[in-house]
């Protein structure tokens, strides 16, 4: 079996990681990057840190707006699709990457795999519309809960879906084993005592009264607070005059390693996150989690106390931050671990009819 595969963004090279691992024992794998995150620190430290082969293209896409960058990955993956003629096309999540593979491929004859399909969060962020589209354009939909396939049965999408549960869970379990725990004598912290952030989609940090308000919530907890940086993020706090505000008071740093990341989210004390990922790593890993968002696609994690929705309110954040606590028990709705085995499994068993 030949499979292509598409990633763009830090999330898909995480999962990526842990299907390929499996996929490439037995069979053939095409790793195709868009280069919607393509500097270092974004992008090529995943592939040596989660130990899986750099990709076989890169088409070099870059930033732009949600249409003229999902376009020039439209163009470029029909090309490699033609030339590579694959036995599937998998994605991942619901970047723009993943809705352009999805377009290009329903185009096409090989069948579209969508990994974390039915994730839903009920808003109107770009990321939503990628995932309505991607999945019912999809062939194989892999959820990875019984939320998520219930989604998908609402919408009327019933047949190729699968429960494979979460391949970020895999993931996590490898990376875990493999945290880098240097970085908190590295940052100065120390373990259960800070409170890690993340801070990159568009709604917080393009608009300039949210970006301050998550500012100055976390500047206000007592304890340090680290905040690793995403690219888009610092070009924000410094187009809206808040990048001295935030860097004396936090522990600002370039982005991280996942291996890194995970021994920071494994550590500290609670997380305040905009990110669907980082919001569901904190649940593996026993973390308490703050999000910066109104709704979110993993609901489960709010409705098990794990979680606490608070968007861009800086009096909400800081409250949130105040009262987190570890519940005392935590549901299991996202499968054991072998979700990528289980994915491998089902693509084998398709592409051989």
Not at 225 to 245: C, K, W
Not at 273 to 284: C, I, L, N, R, Y
């Amino acid at each position: 079996m030949k499979v292509l595969t598409v990633v763009g963004a830090r999330p898909q090279f995480v999962k990526a990681a842990a299907v390929s691992r499996v996929l490439r024992e037995d069979h053939e794998e095409v790793l195709v990057h868009t280069g919607q995150h393509y500097d270092e620190d974004m992008s090529d430290v995943f592939f040596e840190e989660l130990s899986i082969p750099f990709p076989d293209t890169n088409l070099g896409v870059g930033s732009d707006t949600h249409g003229r960058q999902t376009g020039a990955m439209l163009s470029g993956l029909e090309a490699e699709i033609e030339d590579e003629d694959p036995d599937a096309v998998l994605v991942y999540g619901d970047t723009n990457s993943t809705l352009a593979a999805a377009i290009a491929t329903s185009k096409m004859d090989p069948p579209l795999a969508h990994v974390e399909a039915g994730m839903r969060s009920g808003s109107d962020i770009p990321e939503e519309t990628n995932r309505v589209l991607t999945d019912h354009a999809a062939d194989l939909l892999f959820v990875p809960s019984p939320d998520a396939e219930n989604n998908l049965d609402g919408e009327g999408i019933t047949d190729g879906v699968h429960f494979s549960g979460d391949v970020g869970y895999d993931a996590l379990l490898w990376a875990r084993d493999r945290a880098d725990t240097d970085v908190l004598s590295e940052l100065g912290v120390a373990n259960r005592e800070f409170v890690l952030s993340t801070v990159h989609r568009d709604t917080n940090a393009d608009d300039p009264d949210k970006l301050e308000a998550i500012v100055d919530a976390l500047i206000s907890d007592p304890r340090p607070v680290v905040l690793p940086a995403h690219p888009r993020t610092v070009a924000r706090l410094e187009e809206f005059g808040l990048y001295g505000r935030a860097e004396r008071g936090l522990t600002l740093t370039e982005p991280v390693g996942y291996r890194q990341f995970v021994a920071l989210l494994d550590a500290a004390t609670v997380v305040a996150t905009d990110s669907g990922g980082v919001q569901k790593e904190a649940f593996f890993l026993d973390t308490p989690c703050v999000t910066l968002r109104e709704q979110t696609e993993w609901v489960e994690t709010v409705e098990s106390g794990w979680n606490t929705l608070v968007g861009a309110d800086e009096g909400a954040i800081r409250t949130a931050l105040s009262d987190a606590t570890t519940p005392t028990e935590k549901p299991t709705p996202y499968g054991d671990g072998n979700a990528a085995k289980r994915i491998v499994e089902v693509l084998s068993d398709v592409t051989r009819l």
